[in-house]
């Protein structure tokens, strides 16, 4: 998990507290501040593979910075989830959350309770959808497609050696 600051101070304590809320989780919050370049950003989620960004970005500041960086990342990793904070009452927040999810956001939360939720079902239906790709992968064998498996030598390894000796 990815945690980015947009703009100052304030988004990265909110991240931090974001990050106490979610500190049981398996996948541990790496924080990067808002003085990291957007394409530094995009940079970074291909190159560690992160499955899930977390974008802190309070308001009373307009959100054209994590509009950018949205879509930045959804052009760049399709597949990755986005979840934006825009932490603060409604009447603070602003009508920005149709149009951050029109961009990509997978996720927009007014507070740090919904986002800590959605961070959580979004590990849970992860594990879960891992668990059952394994699952399908390593099919469970028994008997018969053991051991039809098991003596699948080269003819040469069949147990007749020869010596020059």
């Avoid at 959804?74 to 029109?102: K, Q, S």
Wanted: glycine share 6%; charged share 25%; net charge negative.
């Amino acid at each position: 998990m990815l945690g980015c600051t947009v703009n100052d101070a304030v988004d990265e304590t909110a991240l931090q507290m974001l990050q106490r809320l979610v500190e049981d989780l398996p996948n541990a919050m790496e924080i990067r501040s808002g003085r990291t370049l957007g394409a530094e950003i995009v940079t970074l989620v291909q190159e560690q593979d992160f499955r899930v960004i977390c974008v802190a970005d309070l308001p009373p500041n307009p959100s054209f910075k994590t509009r950018y960086l949205v879509r930045r990342l959804r052009a760049a990793v399709p597949d990755v989830h986005i979840l934006v904070g825009r932490w603060a009452p409604p009447e603070l927040a602003g009508e920005d959350e149709d149009t951050l999810h029109e961009i990509g956001a997978t996720h927009v939360a007014t507070t740090l309770s919904e986002t800590a939720t959605q961070l959580r079902a979004l590990l849970a239906a992860s594990i879960g959808s891992r668990d059952a790709a394994t699952e399908q992968r390593s099919p469970r064998r028994t008997g018969a497609a053991l051991s039809a498996n098991v003596t699948r030598f080269p003819s040469c390894c069949d147990g007749h050696h020869t010596s020059d000796a």
